[in-house]
């Protein structure tokens, strides 16, 4: 089975804080994703990876960062956090070769006083 | 910048009842379309349709690509509570791998 693990299920942070939020799989997949998924708005794709030290801003990357030094672990960063950052951050990993299906994490649910 | 939308945003049934749920997309750069199912927790993935006409079936929820129309449904029979969820679509984008979703339907199935 596909496992994405991500590091926290719930975290209060204050303003302007400095926030990591860390996801890892276990299946060697090329493509990682973070999102964002707030009531009425879907999921909003913030950033995602094809391979190690690649990234590439997804709909929504304003005020966030990310990292991929190995294969497994796609880090998000928000260097100072908002209120209106509090949302639910999801992470998922996707193979490219040929079965398609995306797998995710447990999400984090981040409030930001 | 393809665009997925799903309708409705929300629908209430009996249990036993059988619902449609419907997503629309844009074709610019499409390559697959996906359907998830999610609770409490993570999206775990139902469906993927690349090809038009093909019906895919799981249990009592089947669905079905139409690529000249640019939409697909999501068909759930003999409704039962443990279907209440939010229905997400997406679009695989071709080439860049990856997924645009659409806002999702809250389904809620009364007994």
């Known amino acids: 089975d596909v496992k994405v693990t991500q590091s926290s299920r719930y975290l209060v942070k204050r303003t302007g804080e400095k926030v990591f939020l860390e996801c890892v799989q276990d299946m060697d997949h090329e493509n990682m994703f973070w999102y964002r998924q707030d009531p009425g708005l879907g999921l909003r794709l913030i950033y995602f990876s094809y391979d190690v030290k690649m990234k590439e801003k997804g709909d929504i990357p304003e005020g966030y960062s990310v990292s991929r030094e190995k294969k497994e672990r796609f880090s998000l960063i928000l260097e100072s956090a908002s209120t209106n950052q509090t949302s639910m951050y999801l992470c998922a990993s996707l193979t490219s070769g040929g079965n398609y299906e995306q797998y995710f994490g447990p999400g984090t649910r981040l409030t930001v006083t | 910048e393809d665009k997925v939308v799903q309708s409705p945003l929300s629908l209430v049934v009996h249990e036993g009842d059988t619902v449609t749920l419907n997503c629309s997309y844009e074709v610019t750069n499409f390559r697959s379309l996906l359907w998830y199912k999610q609770e409490k927790k993570a999206p775990t993935f139902l469906f993927m349709l690349?090809?038009?006409?093909i019906e895919k079936k799981s249990g009592r929820l089947s669905s079905i690509l139409d690529k000249k129309e640019l939409f697909s449904i999501l068909n759930i029979t003999a409704t039962q509570t443990g279907d209440s969820a939010v229905y997400l679509c997406a679009e695989l984008i071709q080439g860049a791998q990856k997924l645009v979703f659409g806002q999702g339907t809250r389904l809620t199935i009364n007994p």
């Open positions: 690349t090809s038009s006409g």
